[in-house]
């Protein structure tokens, strides 16, 4: 016989719990480097330096690629973070004519 813990209901909600603590994981990470990434735009407004720097991107997308382990693949998680940058970006214009 089968406890409830067994159900596909009772694991989905253990899969999907485990989803929710990630996924709140991941915002405050992604808070964490908006913050840095406000710090940047203030040096770069300072010294006059624009906010899109292509190679920059290309070294964050090697090291990303370089740091995965799966079972992500690389181009999934470089089309995920050309979104992160993308935002970044945004944040980075908006507070250099902000301030």
């Known amino acids: 016989m089968s406890s409830k813990t067994d159900t596909p209901e009772a694991q989905l909600a253990v899969c999907r719990d485990q989803i929710d603590e990630l996924d709140r994981r991941l915002v405050a990470l992604l808070n ?4 840095v990434v406000e710090q940047i735009g203030r040096v770069k407004k300072e010294a006059q330096l624009p906010v899109y720097e292509p190679k920059r991107e290309d070294a964050v ?3 990303i690629r370089a740091g995965n382990a799966g079972p992500l693949p690389d181009d999934a998680v470089q089309r995920i973070f050309e979104r992160i940058i993308d935002e970044m970006r945004k944040i980075q214009k908006d507070r250099m004519v902000a301030k």
């Open 61 to 63: 997308y090697a090291n």
């Open 32 to 35: 964490e480097r908006t913050a």
